[in-house]
Every structure is written in structure tokens, then in C-alpha cells.
């Protein structure tokens, strides 16, 4: 085993961190994962999530019996890591617990594109817990839309589309604007009386942001839409006209060769979910937006594989 040349991929998110061993042919012969490393959760910020990437490494490196001298090259994709002096801390940090071979770091967006296309340039746009839209231009320039919450206007994450639910409820029963089958599943599913008391029993439960509850505000959202409810589609459709614009915004931005530019869609909300009916609406709003020709890809390998692909590119 250790005639060969290794490599490790680190997919670094907000609620775990993913780190796989590789060999020269791309084959992933090992995979650990500890908690999430994004800073920005962590109450130790750059720092901790330095500990937590180094601990996940040496748990990798221990379970094959290798040395961290036997890595060639190590590529970690982190969350959070949104802009330069954040990279330059990280890499300071990881230094100082004895990171001593080669490695590089980037925004966890990129290996996006890079473990879902079938070429080099493309752009990725992942709905997970949240939303990020990263590209990979013709030239190799790299380019990030998004991923700032609020701030850059990001829709389409989990926590997003179980609050704009809770919205369309709240609009139903206490505005009395308009009735939404979302209302009658709500009240079902968590047994709330259809009243102004019911839904604000659900108001502390969703300021927490529980995994339980957003995962079924999801399967009440996407139920909904699929069955052509007013109030679902109309999510729907916010969704499908902010995603289609960070994705042109990168039509904009960068260069890209050739007649049609791939589009990797990752994340729950694309990948795990039922919601064609959505992907369809981004589909068609972005082709409209751009008058460009697309090749969407749903990616359907891990990506960490990303990391591996980005490491030995041509």
C-alpha cells in the first residue's frame, strides 16, 4: 500500500466534515467524518475548526496506518471560507498543529463543480441547509455568487423554504390571505389547532431551527407544490427566478467556451428531495434569462470526489 501516492479530499460543512484517502488512479480507498468545520458555527471560529480538521486527519491517517508524510497533496473544501484572509488564517492555524505537507483550501462550493462536470469549466449550484453558487471559467478563474445568507440574497436552502412555509401559514390562518393545503398539513402534522395560538406554539420551535421540524416543513413544501398548490408554487417560483440569476450572473462574469455550459446541481433540495417541479421552473427561467444553451447535471457522486479530481486535473 505504501508504494503508492496518496491523496486526502476534506469536505468541510456546517453540520459534518468528510475526509477521504485517495490513490493516484482516483479511487477512494478510505472515509471518516467528525463534526462540522465551518467556522462560522463554531464558537472558537477559525481556530477550533482548524482542531476539528486536524483531529479528522489524523483519524484518517491512523485507521490506514499512514504517516502524514505519506500524503502527497491534501485539498479541503470548507465552508465558510468566503474570502482571502480567511484562507490565510486557516492555513495559519492548520500550520501551527503541524500540517506540514502540501495543501490548498477552498470555499466547499467549488468541489461542487469539480466532482459533477464532465469537463473542466461549469458552474455549480448547491441547495443544502443553505444555498452557493460557485464556477469553475474556461480560463480557470474562480468565482463565488452567493453563500452569505441575507446579505447576498440567498434562497432555496432547507431553512429557508421551512420559514417561507411557515410564512404561507401564518399568511392563511392570522392574515386570512389565502388558504394553502401547506395549512392543513401543518396543523396534521404537528397537531396545532388552526387558529392564531396554534401557529404561534410553532413560532419557538422554528426560531431553533431544529433538524426534525425543517425536515418537515420540506416534505409539507415540496407535497404541496407537487400537488400545484398556489402558495407552494409561489415559493416555487421565488426559488427558481433567484437561483437562475445567480447562475446567470456567472454567464456574466466569467468565460466559457463552447455552445452549451454545464450546470451541476447538488444539495438536498436538487439531489434527495422530489422536486422536479422547482428544477424544471430553474431550468426554464435560466435558459430565458441568458438565451444560453445548458447541460444540467443532478450530481450523483460525493463531493469530496471533487477534491480528488481537482488534485490530479490536467
Known sequence: MNNMSFYIGIDGGGTKTQYALFNEKKEMLSTVKTTGSNHE????????AAGIIMGGINELLNENKLA???ITHILMALAGIDHQYQCDEMTEELKKLGLSVPFSIYNDGFIVVKAGLTGKAGIGYNCGTGTCCNSVGSDGRLLQVGGFGELSGDVGGGHWIARQTFGKLYDDICLKIKHTVMTDKIV????ITPDRDGVLSLIAPM???GDDIVRDMLDIFFEALNAGDEAA?????????RGAQFICA??????FDGDTIQVVLSGSMHCKLPSEVYVNKLIKRTEEISGKKFQFIKLQVAPVMGCINWMLED
Open 41 to 48: 458555527n463554531l464558537e472558537g471560529a477559525i481556530p477550533e
Open 68 to 70: 502524514l508524510s505519506d
Open 188 to 191: 396534521e402534522k404537528f397537531g
Open 207 to 209: 426560531e431553533e431551527e
Open 233 to 241: 408554487t409561489e415559493i416555487a417560483d421565488v426559488m427558481a427566478e
Open 250 to 255: 456567472h454567464i456574466r462574469n466569467q468565460v
